[in-house]
Nanobody
Framework: QVQLVESGGGLVQTGGSLRLHCAAS????????MGWFRQAPGKEREFVAA????????KYADPVKGRFAISIDNVKTTAYLQMNSLKPEDTAVYYC????????????????????WGQGSQVTVSP
């Protein structure tokens, strides 16, 4: 089992920045990927960014490329999502997630790939 605790959300004006933290505990030595997803009211959960446990592979969703940066400290078992130049359309609940193993034939950019989820952190960007 892996437990995830998120922090760092809040209210910010357009153009501002926030940094989300995701602290993992438990059987993290068997984790392969950490991802960030978001869900706005009335919408499906969508991919934001993901990183391999070693940090060697990183992916971003097109709407956040150039504005968001994902990183991982696998000694502290903490992942970060630095969000810059925030826009009102970034408003959502942000979730971190951990995939506990390789799932052949599935994309690590989808929520279904991930086994463990944080509680969610609200990010609100005002116009």
């Amino acid at each position: 089992q892996v437990q995830l605790v998120e922090s760092g959300g809040g209210l910010v004006q357009t153009g501002g920045s926030l940094r989300l933290h995701c602290a993992a505990s438990g059987r993290t030595f068997s984790s392969y990927y950490m991802g960030w997803f978001r869900q706005a009211p009335g919408k499906e959960r969508e991919f934001v960014a993901a990183i391999s446990w070693t940090g060697a592979s990183i992916k971003y969703a097109d709407p956040v490329k150039g504005r968001f940066a994902i990183s991982i400290d696998n000694v502290k078992t903490t992942a970060y999502l630095q969000m810059n130049s925030l826009k009102p359309e970034d408003t959502a609940v942000y979730y971190c997630a951990v995939a506990g193993g390789i799932k052949v034939g599935q994309s690590w950019l989808t929520p279904q790939y991930y086994d463990y989820w944080g509680q969610g952190s609200q990010v609100t960007v005002s116009p």
